[in-house]
């Protein structure tokens, strides 16, 4: 078990073998997948981890101790440092033992390699502080065993790698090295902005430096003033930087704010390769395994840990899988490898650090348990320093001492050299398969306006809180409430844009306020609206819509009476014919037959007003989402709640989205931070999320709109100006960010039509109408397409007929569950899957009778390059046509004239 380790009976130093120094180029380590233990008894429970943002690190590990930022228990600006033992994992830690001893906000913490029970603290007035841990720490200490005072913020500290008692830091706009034996200053150079990041090279010859968006490097014993390169690193963030093997790589953002990992040769500051990540508002830190050569990405709140394998030549990184974690981290460092379970098949283990524990994820090799793969386990450095601080200073180098890893403190067998190992060999270069981009139809959606000329304008639209929906429509109306008393609800014809010139439009007085309305998807003429007083009226729009009829309608069809508060929500049944769903504020959920306005079932045991509800495929279950903040699965036929959950955990209420053909939820809202968020979960653990992703700091509720044909979810919001597109896949990460459709103007609400309303040949995926503060703009939602000759077959699947799927006394009569009938969208074209491949071959020279001479092909060029420069000189006498014009002579002007 990870927790327990094994005992390394001796340290000894190895001798460096072919099989010892290219195992760090070794792809055993490429195929890993980490898991996090879902074994409580290897967790951290009940943690009181501080909630500060810096961007040092957030916690360390030694062999045999961890530390971490832990919450001051008096003043809750400060931080502490907590000291976890791993003979306590499994336990509840809400008390722990705290290094106290810095009187502002701790900046960077970090253990030193040559004694496992000392570790070093950094704050933002520039004191750092030497503790050394004797023996179990019980209590809290305030006295650290050194201080060493700097003139500016401490951001950052590195040890040396090879020296003891020598340590890096930044001090305001300063790069120091320390000299911990003597408490003196060794070196100092002065940058252009505050050092936010520092790192030694392996060798311990070289200091890099992250500074505002720049990098320098120095050669760590000259005393030469200037680094040996400066450049600039990323366009924007939080730049911080690693040494890994004979490169540095960097992490900040490009310019359009995605973060980015750069690699760059130190000799030159040139950049050797560059890939963008994602988006998103922390910074990437790093974490880099000198002994497997992998290093570590990873931000606050992400879901995942990325990998890359280093090596030492191009492409430098290699992207491997990466790790996906159980929620949102605060931050992952790696577990030493003398810590591991080696007969446990454990290669790797992160530890994993999240809002109040922490979590091992595990690395392990297939090669079976209860055997060491020596394969697996290179030798690690050992606590022994190759050098003290007085040799370093002298000039001398030296590599590494390292520890085997063998259980047993067996030495590793001597391997033969080969003598011609050193010569350079002549190989085939065979491209490295390229893996770095997740396969997708929609990667690149994206939003695009109709033009101006097919806009609704001059509209007076009822902007008032109390409408739950703002617009809504479907493939031949749309319906927004009008201004004015008595409830009013203005229908347009889709095919009719252009400005409304009269204020008086004919419209629906509903006789209240309404709350909500629907559009019945099978009879596109009949909409329900939900009132302030309780009612629910279903109204019937005449056919050619409301401006032809000329005048208002005051007499609704049929009222549902049955609530005994106001309309919350109101929708029709997605499968069957004529059965509203709605909510009030009586806390209860009605399933009505609107032929007979009878309330056919209601449902109670809702702790708050319902924010929305969602059916799930086939109709037999829905959704709900409430103020009391819980989400629950209903069976309506039942009257009963089957399943509950917590929603996002934040005051501001939360919407809810059922994914298409899964028992899955898509859930958004706020979390406690007032972060916007979602959750997927099952709904039979909805305690338990598949998935948890911040989305932004927006104030407004974000509505979930899913296209169960294409698996794309867009997320919008009222008052915002873009709509954010994520894929939805069976498996984890279960979610893809993909992109934003972006715009100058804010949004009062949207609506997205049925698939009937796009066009199909125009590789349009979905249509919505943006609702803004006095017009109605359509969107179209597009995937870019090349061959729109043909129909596009890998991504219009059959989608939902404009057909019932139930009668009303089928659905009501408790029918087994049917699949939605569907409709085929191929308007007539061919098929892409059945169109002809294009052959793209590049011509190749073909040997023998068809060569071309390349001397007779030289004497061509010639000739030609001649003959256009001869006609080029034979039209310089030609007159021009526009020379032919008359103009106005100088005595024809008149100075006096004004215009």
Known sequence: MMILGRQ??????????????????NDIFRNLRGQVSSDKREWFLDLNLSPSDMEGRFAACSPNWIIALWGHPDVSDLD???LLSYDDFGKHYSIAPVFDGHGVPITDMMFNPFDHDSFASADGEGFIHIWKINGVHNGSRTDPDMTLKNDGPVLSIDFHPIASNILACGSGNELRIWNLRTQEIISSWTVSSDVQSVSWSEDGELLAAGHGLEISVFQARSRANSPTCNFKA???GYVKVKFCKNVVISTGKNRYMDREVTVWDPKNGKSLKNNSINRANSSLSLEYDVDTGILYLFGKGDQNVRRFQVVESSPYIRSLTASSLSGASRYNTILPRQKLDFYGSEVICLLSFFTSSVKPVHFLHKQGKNKFCEEYYPPVKSEEAALNDTDWLGGASAEPNRLTLRPDGEPLPEVETNPYDNEVKEEWYVPEEMNIVRSTHYRHIFGEPFNASERFTNLRIENSAASNSMIKGNSTYFAIPWKGVGGKL?????????????EAIPTIETGSVIHDYDFNPFNKNVIATGQGNGEIKLWTVPQGGLMAHGENIYDCDIKLVGHRNKITTLGFHPSAENVLVSSSGDLTVKLWNAETGQAER???GFGGLVGNVSWNYTGSLLSTSSKDGVIRVVDPRAESIVHEGPDCGGSKGSRVAWLGRTDKLFTVGFA??????????????????LQTQRVDSGTSILEPVFDEDTGVMMLWSRGDSSIKFFEITDEEPYSYYLTDYSTLQMQVALCFLHKSASDIQDVEIARCLKLHQTYVEPIRIRVPRTRMEYFQDDIFSPTRALEPTYSTDEYFSNTAEREPILQDLNPGLDLLSSAPKILRKMKKYVRGEEEIDQADMGEQTIDTLYDRMMDQKDSEDEV????????????????????
């Open 490 to 502: 203005a229908v347009f014809n889709l095919d009719s844009p252009g400005r409304t010139t009269s």
């Open 234 to 236: 990323h366009q924007s």
């Open 602 to 604: 209601t449902v109670s």
């Open 80 to 82: 502490t440092i907590a």
């Open 880 to 899: 021009l046509p526009w020379e032919l014009n008359e103009g106005a002579g100088s005595d024809e002007w008149d100075d006096s004239s004004s215009y």
């Open 8 to 25: 390394l009976h001796n340290s000894q130093k190895t001798a460096d073998s072919p099989k010892n120094t290219k195992m760090a180029q």
């Open 672 to 689: 406690r931070n007032n972060d916007r968020i979602f959750n997927i979960s099952d709904i039979r653990m909805l305690d338990q999320n």
